[in-house]
């Protein structure tokens, strides 16, 4: 791989499903934390690195294809208690204002969950770009947030009997992305 200069940066890109993870931490049993993430994914965007503020970013989730690494646990969140995901097929996000330099970003805009649609900030960190084997110019972008699931009207949970609530209300959202220049 080789490093490409920073002017031809600036272009339109689209996400890389394959190198992508678009995950999810959050509390169980008020001891524990069930990680998960969702395997069907897509994205573009445009980056401008020379006024970052006209850059813009589109992430469509297909909520269906959300997996923790157990298959009742999946059930139930893509069922009506959590994610109701036969009438809400989809998460989507877009950006409405992006900032920063360097390798650095603050991107905040639209996520709508289960038809509630909110604003979240979030930074992300630029790293590459190289020129991947096969010639395409990448960039990955890593990067968190922490919301409180509630807001979406994921609101489903059980009291313990010591106290507290099985699933907590924040929820870390992980991103992991690559992605690949458009000629």
Sequence with gaps: MTTVDTPVLTGTYNLDPAHTRLGFVARHAMVTK?????TDVSGSGYFDQANPSQSHLELTIVAKSVDTGNADRDAHL????????DQFPEINFK????????STYTVTGDLAI??????????????GPVTDPW?????????????????????????????????????????????????
Excluded: C, H, Y
């Design 95 to 102: 950006s409405t204002a992006v900032g920063g330099s360097g």
């Design 78 to 85: 893509r069922g009506n208690d959590f994610f109701d995901m």
């Design 34 to 38: 069930v990680r998960g993430s969702f």
């Design 114 to 127: 289960k038809g509630t649609t909110k604003p979240v900030t979030f930074d992300l960190e630029m790293t």
């Design 135 to 183: 010639g395409n110019s990448r960039i990955g972008l890593e990067g968190s947030t922490s919301i409180n699931r509630k807001d979406w009207g994921v609101n489903w949970n059980a009291a313990l009997e010591a106290g507290g609530v099985l699933v907590g209300e924040k929820v870390t959202l992980e991103f992991d992305i690559s992605a690949v220049k458009q000629a």
